[in-house]
């Protein structure tokens, strides 16, 4: 199942390569934020929040605890 972080960066047609350029990380980071394996830090969540204005809970809702 795709995260909502890889199914927002599929819709704007982004590689994770470009997504990382336009946040300033690595796509290593992307792709562990996408699989889950990891959490960005709060001043990045704020980051992909105004990128995709999409609140981050939505995004990252594992982070906070959400259950869908």
Request: aromatic content about 10%; hydrophobic content about 40%; overall charge positive.
């Amino acid at each position: 199942m795709a995260t909502k972080l890889k199914v927002l960066r599929a819709e704007h047609d982004l590689t994770q390569e470009e997504l990382a350029k336009k946040l300033g990380t690595t796509q290593t980071v992307i792709s562990s934020w996408e699989s889950g394996g990891k959490n960005p830090r709060p001043a990045m969540m704020q980051k992909v929040e105004d990128f995709f204005h999409v609140p981050k809970e939505e995004i990252f809702f594992a982070a906070f605890n959400y259950k869908k």
